[in-house]
């Protein structure tokens, strides 16, 4: 397994990312060493909001949501997944799977030993957080799921399908202007080169190239198994899950019915439809931060120890 490690100096001239790094380190199963990057910003004691991010973005997308939260009084964690951001890549894309970017992210959520998780979750960000979830359902307290959901092999939506074509073919990656074209706001040029930044020429975005071809939309996908045993964990999830699905995404528009039929900690729950695309992280993020400081606020208890 060839590692890649983006330059810390591609990041040098980022504008309104003023946190410092974090790193941990994470053995593959073939015994690499992987070094993963988060945010970890706001008290050490309090319980940590967990911040997921998917494809081909990177902590970076939270940046409008960190400092508010942590002033809010919550311990902000965003992290990288292999393949993105400041955390290391792989040269080969035949060494990404669902199942390596699962057992990545466990082995980094025990190293933390995070407990009374708030997780918000987008994209990728669900695939694999859902994931994390079903692995360790007593280590989170609360979920916000916004724009993802967990696929067992039974088909895809037309803007998914058409996503998966135009990843697979287009000759240059353009991560920045895909976030771009994901958002109902025009990005400027310089959050666009934002996104462009952990990806120094092509040989760095197999991790981005592959996240498509490995949706389990069809049972022939591998996952989809593992996919459908997870969702056996979730269906006996009785703690609180709020949705905040988007009203203009192509790729998973409605997907929030089936997360509010099937765990019960959604039932009853405010469930609301945010004005965005794709991303929308970038359209509303003043609304998600304000949801989930009263989504927590109002499903706390006495007896919710802050973790680690």
């Not at 050490?44 to 002033?71: C, I, N, Q, T």
């Not at 990404?96 to 990728?124: G, K, P």
């Not at 509303?284 to 007896?303: G, H, K, R, W, Y």
Request: net charge negative; proline share 7%.
């Amino acid at each position: 397994m060839q590692v890649l490690r983006t330059p810390d100096e591609a990041f040098a001239g980022i504008a309104d990312f003023p946190f410092a790094p974090h790193y941990a380190e994470v053995t593959d199963a073939d015994g690499t060493a992987l070094r993963i990057h988060y945010i970890y910003e706001g008290p050490a004691d309090a319980a940590p909001v967990l911040l997921m991010h998917g494809e081909p973005s990177w902590s970076y997308l939270y940046r409008k949501f960190v400092g508010p939260l942590a002033a809010a009084g919550h311990r902000v964690i965003a992290p990288d997944l292999i393949g993105f951001g400041k955390s290391d890549k792989l040269a080969a894309r035949a060494d990404y799977t669902y199942e390596s970017h699962v057992a990545w992210m466990s082995a980094w959520l025990v190293a933390l030993d995070l407990r009374n998780i708030t997780l918000f979750c987008q994209d990728w960000g669900g695939l694999i957080g859902l994931r994390l979830v079903a692995a360790f359902p007593d280590r989170f307290a609360r979920l916000v799921i916004a724009n993802t959901g967990m696929p067992t092999g039974t088909g895809m939506s037309d803007g998914f399908q058409q996503w998966l074509t135009i990843s697979q073919t287009i000759p240059n990656f353009p991560a920045g202007m895909i976030v771009n074209m994901g958002t109902s706001r025009e990005l400027s040029p310089a959050e666009i080169a934002a996104y462009d930044a952990p990806f120094p020429d092509e040989t760095f975005k197999e991790g981005a190239r592959q996240f498509p071809t490995l949706v389990p939309v069809t049972p022939e996908h591998g996952s989809v198994a593992e996919n459908i045993a997870a969702w056996q964990v979730l269906e006996a999830f009785e703690k609180p899950v709020l949705t905040c699905f988007s009203d203009n995404d192509p790729v998973t528009k409605g997907g929030e019915a089936a997360i509010i039929a099937r765990i019960p900690g959604a039932k009853g729950q405010p469930h609301v439809i945010i004005p965005g695309g794709h991303f929308l992280q970038e359209d509303a993020s003043e609304q998600l931060v304000a949801l989930i400081n009263d989504f927590i606020a109002n499903n706390s208890t006495a007896n919710n120890s802050t973790g680690a």
